[in-house]
């Protein structure tokens, strides 16, 4: 592991090149971005499933916890299968992970059936949990949207009151270099959106 647990109250070097907060919050969440270079060596359990822990505990309407995510480690027989739904552009680098999510929410809530509005906006919220808490461990979190999502659902048997929302690449850093030669530039943390243009008093301007 790159990094200790400590939660850091600084910007890492890599990162304060390229980010300044405006305000003053914890480092942790500028510190997150999203590498892709990873080693390819397995991580056990216990040095990854503290990310899906942090997960767990995120807000959701109703408690409902809509999230839910289906795993594979790089020594479970079913890697293959879910490298091979990604995108090319994707398995280019993401067969270095030591570690595949498809995170899927449930449409519904539990208490009554109805459907839940907010079923994306809550699994969301676990996404990022685990994206933090991945970062504050100095791992590579990068979460993905080029795979085929239907083939993720028919083949992973889920259920038709979820929905598959996403999938993350998960593993220890590597240097840009191991990357293929188009992605070395881009493995950078990437700049955000002025405040101002993110947030409007009253109404959408």
Excluded: C
């Excluded at 767990?56 to 079913?78: K, M, T, Y």
């Excluded at 293959?80 to 992970?97: G, I, P």
């Amino acid at each position: 592991m790159q990094d200790t647990l400590e939660s850091r109250r600084e910007l890492r070097d890599e990162v304060a090149e390229h980010r300044d907060p405006d305000h003053d919050i914890d480092p942790l969440f500028v510190n997150r971005w999203s590498p892709r270079a990873m080693t390819g060596d397995p991580l056990d359990e216990e040095e990854y499933l503290p990310l899906f822990e942090a997960a767990r505990w995120a807000p959701s309407a109703f408690n409902n916890q809509h999230w839910r995510f289906l795993v594979a480690d790089r020594e479970d027989e079913e890697w293959d299968a879910f490298l091979d739904l990604l995108s090319e552009n994707n398995r280019a680098w993401a067969s270095d992970a030591a570690v595949l999510a498809v995170i899927v929410s449930k449409t519904t809530f539990d208490h009554n059936g109805e459907p839940a509005p907010v079923h994306s906006f809550d699994t969301g919220a676990a996404w990022e949990n685990l994206a933090l808490e991945g970062a504050r461990r100095g791992l590579a979190v990068h979460g993905m949207a080029g795979f085929d999502y239907e083939r993720a659902a028919e083949e992973l048997d889920v259920p038709e009151e979820y929905a598959v929302e996403a999938m993350v690449a998960i593993g220890e850093r590597a240097p840009p270099e191991t990357l293929p030669e188009e992605l070395q530039d881009r493995e950078q943390p990437s700049d955000r959106k002025p405040l101002e243009e993110i947030v409007h008093r009253g109404g959408f301007e």
